[in-house]
């Protein structure tokens, strides 16, 4: 359908149409078919309509559903083959030759074309909107498809943009708790952390402080700092049982802590009761590695110095152990 055309003419050619009792689109087609060759043109004359509009009509039919087609009225028909620009640039021609033409006389008369500007928008997208009911599974395998190729894609490259050079233990070497780590990691591509290490001069010299096995990953939880590694060398590490519900629940391992030893009250000496009172605490300056608890039972792992040890292995017997934080 040519885009001069107007909806002026159009619903002059539809009343044409109707008077020959022509309302819809079924009704075109079965007045054609009684001569298919010559029906377009004579009804063409005898209506006194275009023949390419009539042509375009019938085009019509094959962009809407079978179950549809045929039904509304056939000014809606040639509304929703023209395009919302094309209409918008015809009246936007007509207001100004009528400005130029007739001056201000013209502004009455822009009501009735607004008003059609505004049925072609809402013609237009409900036509659009029917066809996408109709055919909302194909466009959902063309919108999909893309997305997860797009996505597919998205995920390969955040995963090899996330993997760096970290440090992990050797495939043949395995690594025990409060170990001194020297040689036996190395750089790995792996799956990059925010604590991870990447250099193995970050880790040499550290103690661990849990068991690692072959080709595992290095983090901060696993290593011991570097100031709390140099101050346990040349410490003996071993577990002190804790007596239950004693030790404070701020002290968070690892980190520097002073064990208490208290005597328990029913400790003799020299065959004589003695209060706690009068048997002063023992303190002893250690290095907290962990804190394990199973059930009922506390114990501390602790880096104390080997001069302490000889102390700390003659009062275990008989003193209670606590724990409690230096004060800085």
């Known amino acids: 359908?040519?885009?001069?055309?107007?909806?002026?003419?159009?619903?002059?050619?539809a009343a044409a149409l109707n008077g020959r009792g022509l309302s819809t689109l079924e009704d075109l087609r079965l007045w054609i078919s009684k001569d298919v060759d010559k029906g377009i043109v004579l009804l063409s004359e005898s209506a006194q309509t275009s023949q390419s509009l009539l042509t375009a009509l019938l085009i019509a039919e094959f962009c809407d559903d079978a179950g549809r087609s045929g039904k509304p009225k056939l000014g809606r028909y040639w509304r929703g083959l023209k395009t919302f620009p094309c209409v918008v640039k015809l009246y936007v021609v007509a207001?100004?030759?009528?400005?130029?033409d007739?001056?201000?006389?013209?502004?009455?008369?822009?009501?009735?074309?607004?008003?059609h500007i505004l049925r072609q928008l809402v013609t237009?997208?409900?036509r659009l909107w029917y066809n996408w009911r109709r055919h909302w599974a194909d466009a959902l395998v063309i919108l999909?498809?893309?997305?997860?190729?797009?996505?597919?894609?998205?995920?390969?490259?955040?995963?090899?943009?996330?993997?760096?050079?970290?440090?992990?233990v050797k495939r043949s070497a395995e690594v025990?708790?409060?170990?001194?780590?020297?040689?036996?990691?190395?750089?790995?591509?792996?799956?990059?952390l925010s604590d991870a290490f990447t250099s193995t001069e970050q880790v040499r010299g550290r103690y661990t402080l849990v068991p690692l096995a072959p080709g595992a990953s290095l983090d901060s939880d696993q290593i011991l700092s570097a100031d709390l590694s140099n101050k346990i060398q040349n410490r003996t590490i071993l577990s002190v049982p804790l007596k239950a519900g004693t030790y404070t629940r701020e002290i968070f391992a690892p980190s520097e802590?002073?064990?208490?030893?208290?005597?328990?009250?029913?400790?003799?000496?020299?065959?004589?009761?003695?209060?706690?009172?009068?048997?002063?605490?023992t303190t002893l300056q250690i290095v907290l590695l962990a804190i394990?608890?199973?059930?009922?039972?506390?114990?501390?792992?602790?880096?104390?110095?080997?001069?302490?040890?000889?102390?700390?292995a003659a009062l275990l017997g008989s003193h209670d152990a606590y724990l409690s934080q230096p004060v800085r």
């Open 1 to 13: 359908m040519s885009d001069s055309v107007s909806l002026d003419i159009i619903k002059e050619t």
């Open 95 to 100: 207001f100004t030759e009528a400005r130029r």
């Open 102 to 115: 007739k001056k201000f006389a013209f502004l009455p008369n822009v009501g009735k074309p607004s008003w």
């Open 124 to 126: 237009r997208h409900s």
């Open 144 to 168: 999909v498809l893309p997305a997860l190729l797009v996505g597919l894609w998205w995920r390969v490259d955040s995963a090899k943009r996330g993997r760096a050079q970290v440090v992990s």
């Open 176 to 192: 025990r708790a409060f170990q001194r780590i020297n040689d036996e990691v190395e750089l790995t591509t792996a799956q990059y």
């Open 257 to 281: 802590a002073v064990l208490v030893l208290s005597p328990r009250e029913d400790r003799a000496v020299n065959q004589v009761a003695v209060s706690r009172e009068q048997v002063p605490p």
């Open 292 to 312: 394990e608890q199973s059930g009922e039972n506390r114990s501390a792992t602790v880096a104390i110095l080997k001069e302490d040890l000889d102390k700390l």
